[in-house]
Structure formats: structure tokens, C-alpha cells
């Protein structure tokens, strides 16, 4: 049981587009998800913490306009990253919130903008 | 929050076991303690639990002092396949449930 999944698990992008993932909790509801970010040799840096049917908390120094976070359902949270660019390109961790702090963590998404 | 103090890495050898400590000094008192395990290129995954005392599962095991500043994860006969890196985090429920990753400790296991 609780299993998150993650869509795509590696995406190749151009400059200036934007990509979305998908984060989806498999066997179980989730009214609260967040994303982390993490550079290579680094901890995970939470993001955002994403809360089904109302807007996306960011951390201090996130975009909110540039990672745009929905969560429309109980089992699906989404992050788009708009208008990449290279600096962008980086290891994209969603989780999802079960009991007693315990969070369940995706697979991954490893994210490169040439 | 509580912050959490780990040593930034480990060695070890096949079969020994393996005590990682983390200190969280300022912990509040519905926090629990849990830590994960991360391979590269993976998420984190759930290792154990704990609130006081000792908790022990299938993979290992979490002591906990009395004055619950500190815990210590244990693996038992450890292999090749447990170099990761190990978090202990602390707070979620004093931070809406948020998790604050510190550096983790870096366990190598050697031949």
C-alpha cells in the first residue's frame, strides 16, 4: 500500500517550454502533497506543498508563477514548469501525505532543458 | 521547527552493524522522529518510525532516549545493497506536516 507514482520519470526539453509532471497517489486519497527539488550531491529542497482544491503553498524563493503546482483531486497533484531554462534542469520529488508525518515519496522525475 | 544534526558520512563493511545518530535538541512534543532512505536517482523511502522508547521492523531498528533529543538508527548486518543516504527528520506535525531535509548521512558499505 501506498504507493506514489510519477509521470514521466525523465523528460528532455528545449529552452522556453514547458513541461508538466504528474504526481499520483495509487492506493490511497491524499489532501496533501509536496514537491522537493534536488540537485545533484544535495538534499531534497521543498518547493511546494500542494493542497487538493485550493492553492499551492510556496516555500521563500520559489516562483509560483513559474512552477505552477495544481491539485485538482484526491490522488493527482501536478507541477508545470513553465517557460524552462537549463538552470531548471534538476531531480523533481513529489510525496504524499499519510499518518503520523509519515510522507510516501514518487519515484522521480529527472528534468533536463538544453 | 526541530532541526536535525546527523554526521555527514559513514563506512562500514559487509555484515557489521551500523548506528547512525541524529541529534533534533529542540523537538517538540507531539513531533515524531522518522527517517528515510534514498538510493540515487530515487525518492526516499520510509525506513522506521518512532516517538520514545525503541521501535524495531523487519529492516531496523530506532532507539530513543528518555529525553527524546537524539535518536539512533540501527541496521543490523548490513550489505552492498544499504549504501544510501540516510534522513532523519523531525516536526512535520509542529509545521503543517512539512518535511525539512538536512544533508543526510552518507552510508558506504564496503566489500
Known amino acids: 500500500g501506498a504507493v506514489v507514482s510519477q509521470h514521466p520519470s525523465w523528460v528532455i526539453c528545449k529552452s522556453g517550454t514547458s513541461v508538466k509532471i504528474e504526481c499520483r497517489s495509487l492506493?490511497?486519497?491524499?489532501?496533501?502533497m509536496f514537491w522537493y527539488r534536488q540537485f545533484p550531491k544535495q538534499s531534497l529542497m521543498l518547493m511546494a506543498t500542494s493542497n487538493e482544491g485550493s492553492k499551492a503553498t510556496y516555500e521563500q524563493g520559489v516562483e509560483k508563477d513559474k512552477f505552477l503546482i495544481n491539485h485538482a483531486s484526491l490522488t493527482l497533484s501536478t507541477l508545470t514548469v513553465t517557460s524552462a531554462h537549463p538552470e531548471d534542469s534538476s531531480f523533481y520529488i513529489c510525496?504524499?501525505?499519510?499518518?503520523?508525518?509519515?510522507?510516501?515519496f514518487g519515484p522521480g522525475t529527472r528534468l533536463l532543458v538544453l | 521547527l526541530a532541526k536535525t544534526t546527523q554526521p555527514i558520512s559513514m563506512d562500514s563493511y559487509e555484515g557489521q552493524e551500523v548506528n547512525i545518530t541524529c541529534s533534533h535538541n529542540n523537538i517538540a512534543t507531539n513531533d515524531y522522529i522518522t527517517w528515510y532512505q534514498q538510493f540515487p536517482s530515487q525518492g526516499p523511502r520510509f525506513i522506521i518510525q518512532g516517538y520514545k522508547t525503541k521501535v524495531t521492523n523487519e529492516v531496523a531498528s530506532l532507539f530513543i532516549p528518555a529525553d527524546r533529543k537524539s535518536s539512533t538508527l540501527s541496521l543490523p548486518r548490513v550489505s552492498l545493497s544499504d549504501t544510501a543516504v540516510y534522513y532523519c527528520?523531525?516536526?512535520?506535525?509542529?509545521?503543517?506536516?512539512?518535511?525539512?531535509f538536512g544533508q543526510g548521512t552518507t552510508l558506504q558499505v564496503k566489500p
Open positions: 527528520l523531525v516536526g512535520a506535525s509542529s509545521n503543517t506536516g512539512k518535511l525539512i
Open positions: 510525496s504524499a501525505d499519510g499518518r503520523q508525518e509519515t510522507q510516501y
Open positions: 492506493d490511497f486519497q491524499a489532501t496533501t
